[in-house]
């Protein structure tokens, strides 16, 4: 079964088909740095880190673009409010996105362009589609410059509307507008705004639309037809839907495929800046492995919503150790490993594990999968059956899901961390396992008794032997 994508634009999952044989070419669009990234910004960023390795061991050379919008109105909004330089403000915003995807082990991009180092290929943009009669200068001497919306019969042919069902456009000012609908492609400088903020242009100073900006960048890099085009899913209109647009009116082909991961919510609600209920990644990761942390946001199907809890990162905590339980078990963490980098083929990936990749990324079964695996592999260890090894398919699983310890992306603090926490859950349990010997010992088997129930219903399976008992997990 060959890779099999949702079409944004049929609502149907269709064979995935490359523009170039072997290769993939990907645009996604990355944070508007007027803050910290929460987790919600982060699960895209892993959602495509996960894609991308899923290609990779497709046998696809991938090429992956995630632009950084350095200049927007919420960013000269609340640089002003805190008296900083708009620019600062972004760069240090911008630091933290970057640490916050290491933090979770996601590859970095091809390349990261900002909209702010685009600018001569956002006017090109622009100039091309007033030629062609798609966009025009408003007339007020404001200096701003709109897509028009009713020029383009395409226009909503992404997200399957009619313009006359849409509401007017929220990213400027009616003024100048011929409809209420047509989105701001240049925004003229405004006397309240730094100068630093505007760029000379053929309709007066100024700084570029939201939406130009993507495009301008993903032509430049990835030429004018590329494979993917993504992000989360709160982008799909407008941003999205006027960014299929302008490009198309431009005369370009543009994406041949777009993808959309759904909201991490907190109490059923849009995880947002503006709502002030966003979890920062730095927090998060300082309370919870960062492992379990990523597989948290990846183990459910990237179309699905998601609700934040500490339980449901516990429980990914405690599935995280089941995996670390079983690593730890053959050698590859804990004293004395060896968690160099795996290298695998294809072939050594469960084949019920491909077909769910296969399948639209679908990750809950892949996920199912692995601890199935990790389960057969204790019993093949309890076994003495060698030719049972798991260790190998279990390490390709973890690599294309970003989770494997021996990964450069976790060298170091992150690596050691798992390692540590290997080794101390061992330790600990081993201490448990002596209150209950003691008891049975002093034949108080109740409290016996009320030890294992407690461990089963963590889902620690303690089984007694000659030799004593031994635990394990899954």
């Not at 088909?17 to 290769?23: M, S």
């Not at 059956?385 to 992150?414: K, Q, Y």
Request: hydrophobic share 40%; glycine share 10%.
């Amino acid at each position: 079964m060959s890779f099999h994508i949702y079409d944004e634009s049929t609502g149907a999952v269709v064979p995935f088909e490359p523009l170039r044989a072997g290769e993939v070419s990907i645009y996604h669009c990355g944070l508007t740095v007027q803050s910290a990234p929460h987790l919600g910004h982060i699960r895209k960023e892993v959602v495509f880190d996960v894609l991308r390795r899923w290609l990779m061991a497709s046998g696809y050379q991938v090429r992956i673009v995630a632009n950084v919008t350095d200049i927007d109105d919420k960013i000269l909004t609340k640089s002003a409010s805190q008296g900083t330089d708009w620019y600062a403000l972004a760069y240090t915003n911008e630091l933290a996105l970057h640490r916050a995807y290491q933090a979770l082990g996601c590859l970095p991009p091809t390349y990261e362009p900002r909209a702010t180092g685009h600018i001569p290929e956002m006017l090109e943009l622009v100039k091309r589609l007033i030629g062609a009669g798609h966009a025009y200068a408003a007339a007020d001497g404001s200096g701003d410059v709109y897509f028009d919306v009713k020029s383009w019969p395409g226009y909503g042919e992404l997200t399957r509307q009619k313009v006359d069902d849409m509401a007017p456009a929220e990213d400027a000012d009616p003024r100048g507008k011929r409809d209420p609908r047509d989105f701001a492609l240049w925004k003229g400088h405004k006397p309240d705004e730094p100068d630093t903020a505007a760029w000379p242009s053929p309709w007066g100073p100024g700084r570029p639309g939201w939406h130009l900006e993507c495009s301008a960048m993903a032509v430049k890099y990835l030429g004018p037809a590329f494979d993917i085009h993504g992000g989360g899913i709160d982008l799909r209109f407008p941003h999205h839907e006027n960014e299929h647009a302008q490009a198309r009116a431009a005369g370009y082909p543009f994406a041949k495929y777009w993808m959309h991961n759904a909201f991490v919510t907190m109490a059923g609600e849009k995880m947002s800046k503006s709502l002030g209920n966003g979890a920062g990644v730095a927090e998060v990761v300082s309370q919870y492995p960062a492992r379990a942390v990523r597989l948290y946001l990846a183990a459910p199907h990237y179309r699905s919503t998601i609700d934040l809890s500490g339980d449901a990162l516990a429980e990914a905590t405690q599935q995280l150790a089941r995996i670390d339980a079983y690593l730890a078990r053959v050698g590859v963490t804990g004293p004395g490993s060896d968690a160099s980098p795996v290298d695998f083929r294809r072939d050594d990936l469960p084949v019920a594990f491909v077909t769910a990749m296969d399948d639209d990324l679908g990750t809950p079964a892949a996920v199912a999968v692995l601890f199935d695996t990790v389960r057969a592999g204790h019993k093949a260890l309890d076994a003495g059956d060698a030719a049972a090894d798991a260790t190998r398919a279990v390490r390709a699983m973890l690599h294309v899901l970003g989770l494997d310890p021996g990964d450069p992306e976790w060298a170091g603090a992150s690596a050691g961390s798992a390692a540590r926490s290997a080794e101390a859950l061992d330790g600990l349990m081993g201490l448990v396992l002596d209150q209950r010997a003691a008891a049975r010992a002093s034949k108080d088997w109740a409290a016996a008794d009320a030890i294992r129930d407690r461990l089963t219903a963590l889902g620690i399976t303690v089984e007694d032997g000659a030799t004593g008992a031994r635990w394990s997990l899954g």
